[in-house]
């Protein structure tokens, strides 16, 4: 990871750069992409902001969003110490979010953890009278169309439809688009981005 240190009005000295080196190379453990970190130090001069008069900003440019946080201090050594603290702190919240969806922790979805609960006798028997019975010679093989699901189409936005996913635990939800009534798919992409599918005419 390269690091540059520069200083705003303000002479950086080389034993505070190897400290600024030390203290990052302990986030580096939380992200092995961090290619550069920019970190730059800037002295308020307002004689009020004595307490908080020295400030640390730090930019870690890696495969993937770009990571900022700042600190006040009194000195430059504590306003770097309470930065790195915030930058660990976004980068373990990033890992665990990458093992929780990624990785072997992967959450259970609604329908796989509540499909065992449901016996499929006890299913036919609660259908509605007017739900035509499943074909059993169309579910003797893969690929077969066994069930189909209605629900009311309430024109909502993409913010709504995005919430109404994460409460099911789906990966996608279809809506219909309020903007232009446009049937409309909202779906999880790679990272902790969101996707949107729209059926124009």
């Known amino acids: ?3 540059v240190v520069r ?3 303000v002479e950086v000295p080389d034993h505070y750069r190897q400290h600024v ?3 990052l190379a302990k986030v580096e453990r939380y992200d092995q992409r961090i290619f550069r970190a920019d970190v730059e130090l800037l002295h308020e001069k307002n004689p009020r902001q004595s307490e908080i008069c020295q400030r640390v900003e730090i930019t870690c440019r890696a495969r993937g969003p770009v990571v900022r946080v700042e600190a006040c201090a009194a000195d430059f ?6 930065a790195v ?3 660990a702190r976004k980068f373990r919240q990033s890992a665990d979010r990458r093992r929780v969806h990624h990785g ?5 979805s609604v ?3 509540t499909g065992a609960l449901i016996e499929p006798e006890a299913f036919i028997a609660s259908r509605p009278d007017d739900e035509p019975a499943l074909d059993d010679e169309l579910t003797d093989g893969p690929g077969q169309v066994v069930r189909i699901k209605e629900h009311p189409a309430k024109p909502m936005t993409v913010d709504q439809a995005l919430f109404e996913m994460e409460l099911v635990g789906h990966d996608f939800y279809l809506f219909a688009d309020a903007d232009g009534g446009h049937p409309s798919v909202v779906y999880r992409r790679k990272g902790y981005d969101y996707g949107v599918i729209r059926l124009v005419e």
Request: no cysteine; hydrophobic share 40%.
């Open 111 to 113: 329908a796989a953890a």
């Open 1 to 3: 990871m390269d690091i």
């Open 104 to 108: 072997r922790h992967t959450p259970t």
């Open 85 to 87: 603290e915030r930058l």
């Open 77 to 82: 050594y504590k306003a770097l110490d309470l």
């Open 7 to 9: 200083g705003r009005n």
């Open 21 to 23: 080196a030390e203290k």
